[in-house]
Every structure is written in structure tokens, then in C-alpha cells.
């Protein structure tokens, strides 16, 4: 992992949604958006998982995932190859995850639709820098 995840904790804070990417057995892609990212710690991951029935039959199927997560503060985004290790439905991180979901969706009058079904860890195989066009002019920041 040349990317450590302790490095970026500003991807975690759940202001720009990740975006996770699966394939079926034939290969078949399937991209979903998620609103909770944790690190679980320096090598591990876990994702939200509300409505992954797709998500979670390819990841049955394959026990493999991509994620981009991106730096709210600087727009950063970094590309990480994910090994699934397990499902929470209960313990700590997952009501942490749980609460911390509760509190999001009530904001927008949705905390009887969004529900955390568990919390999916997945080991963190590889995490690396998504380079930016050459072409792209970024404003410094504020």
C-alpha cells in the first residue's frame, strides 16, 4: 500500500460519498455510492452497508471490491483494491457506524428509510493516489 490509510482521515468524514465498484461472477460491473467509510485500522476498511444487494451478491461471488474515496478539503481521490474479511450486524463499530448513520439521515428527514444493515470489512490490498489530468488548473485552496 503505497497510500497509508492513517493518511487520510479527511476521506472518512463522509462529506463526499465513495464510490465502490464489484463485478459479478461473469464479470459483470456494478457501482454503488456509500455514505460511511471507516478505517478500522491501518489496513482495513469498513463500508456501510444499506442497500447492497447487488454489492453484496458480487462480492459473494468474487470476495473482491474497488473503492475511491475522496479528501473533502482538497478534492484528492485515491484508489483502493478491497479484500472482503466479514459482515457486522452487531458490536461496536457497528453501532458506532449505526449512530453515526441515524444522525446523517434524520438530518434529511430519512431516518425511517436508511437503515444499516451491517458494517463490511474489507482488507485494504493496495491504496494509491489518483493522478490528476495534466491539463487541470486547481484553485489554491482557502
Not at 442497500?51 to 471490491?65: C, P
Not at 448513520?101 to 428527514?109: D, E, R, T, Y
Request: a negative charge; hydrophobic letters at 45%; aromatic letters at 6%.
Amino acid at each position: 500500500m503505497s497510500v497509508r490509510l492513517r493518511d487520510l482521515v479527511d476521506c472518512f468524514e463522509g462529506v463526499i460519498p465513495s464510490i465502490m465498484a464489484t463485478v459479478d461472477a461473469e464479470g459483470v460491473p456494478n457501482v454503488s455510492y456509500l455514505s460511511q467509510v471507516w478505517m478500522v485500522d491501518d489496513e482495513r476498511v469498513a463500508l456501510s452497508n444499506q442497500f447492497f444487494s447487488k454489492t453484496s451478491a458480487n462480492v459473494a461471488a468474487t470476495g473482491i471490491a474497488s473503492l475511491i474515496v475522496v479528501d473533502g478539503r482538497t478534492g484528492d481521490q485515491y484508489a483502493m483494491e478491497l479484500a472482503f474479511e466479514a459482515a457486522m450486524a452487531e458490536g461496536d463499530l457497528f453501532e458506532r457506524m449505526s449512530a453515526q448513520l441515524q444522525a446523517i439521515s434524520s438530518q434529511h428527514g430519512m431516518d425511517s428509510v436508511m437503515a444499516l444493515r451491517s458494517a463490511d470489512v474489507y482488507r485494504v490490498v493496495s491504496c494509491e493516489a489518483v493522478p490528476l489530468p495534466a491539463d487541470v488548473q486547481l484553485l489554491p485552496p482557502d
